[in-house]
Antibody, heavy 120, light 111 residues
Framework: QVQLQESGPGLVKPSETLSLTCTVS????????WSWIRQPPGKGLEWIGY???????KYNPSLNSRVTISIDTSKNQFYLKVNSVTAADTAVYYC??????????????WGQGTLVTASS | QSALTQPPSASGSPGQSVTISCTGT?????????VSWYQQYPGKAPKLIIY???RRPSGVPDRFSGSKSGNTASLTVSGLQTEDEADYYC???????????FGGGTKLTVL
């Protein structure tokens, strides 16, 4: 059973860059799509984007200009950067595996989530 | 892409059935059957309970079922149990340049 774990600073100053790492264990990154989703406190889920193990990406158009997702399969990690953060970027950030091969694109494995607060 | 529309809340008594709707436009679903549903308990990560509109991952009880008609997908929970009390989110894959669209979420209360 693959496991995912988010890591990174819990506090980011407005206008700075949010950076998170997701470490994958218990399985290979090959053949899968690796996703970032966020959830503002008390609100619903929002797609950030995902990356294929080869490096191709797809981003939420509403965040596209500020977001970069990258991957390092040799380290079993993928990454999220969000530039120019504001208070609206305060959320629990989840990494997840999107399983197109067997589960029709369902997000079948999730990290526990990490709260990132944008505040001075 | 705006969020798919779900009722904010739903409720039922133990043993009853409840259906949660998820409404979008034809472009939200993109002509695909890539609708999934997630169950989320407070403070926990979501869990996949339905994929490809009607399919259940291994280990998900058959009390959970999905369907889709036109631009509305639905999740039905039959034989409600107290542990079904949670938030439920639908998700679609429209294709094109977007990774997906979530619904706003429905809080299910088991009375």
């Amino acid at each position: 059973q693959v496991q995912l774990q988010e890591s990174g600073p819990g506090l980011v100053k407005p206008s700075e860059t949010l950076s998170l790492t997701c470490t994958v264990s218990g399985g290979s990154m090959s053949g899968h799509y690796w996703s970032w989703i966020r959830q503002p406190p008390g609100k619903g889920l929002e797609w950030i984007g995902y990356i294929y193990y080869t490096g191709s990406t797809k981003y939420n158009p509403s965040l596209n200009s500020r977001v970069t997702i990258s991957i390092d399969t040799s380290k079993n990690q993928f990454y999220l950067k969000v530039n120019s953060v504001t208070a609206a970027d305060t959320a629990v950030y989840y990494c997840a595996r999107r399983n197109w091969g067997v589960l029709g694109g369902g997000l079948d494995s999730w990290g526990q989530g990490t709260l990132v607060t944008a505040s001075s | 892409q705006s969020a798919l529309t779900q009722p904010p809340s739903a409720s039922g008594s133990p043993g009853q059935s409840v259906t949660i709707s998820c409404t979008g436009t034809s472009s939200d679903f993109g002509g695909y059957n890539y609708v999934s549903w997630y169950q989320q308990y407070p403070g926990k990560a979501p869990k996949l309970i339905i994929y490809e509109v009607t399919r259940r991952p291994s280990g998900v009880p058959d009390r959970f079922s999905g369907s889709k008609s036109g631009n509305t997908a639905s999740l039905t929970v039959s034989g409600l149990q107290t542990e079904d009390e949670a938030d439920y989110y639908c998700n679609s894959y429209p294709g094109g340049n977007t990774p997906g669209v979530f619904g706003g979420g429905t809080k299910l209360t088991v009375l």
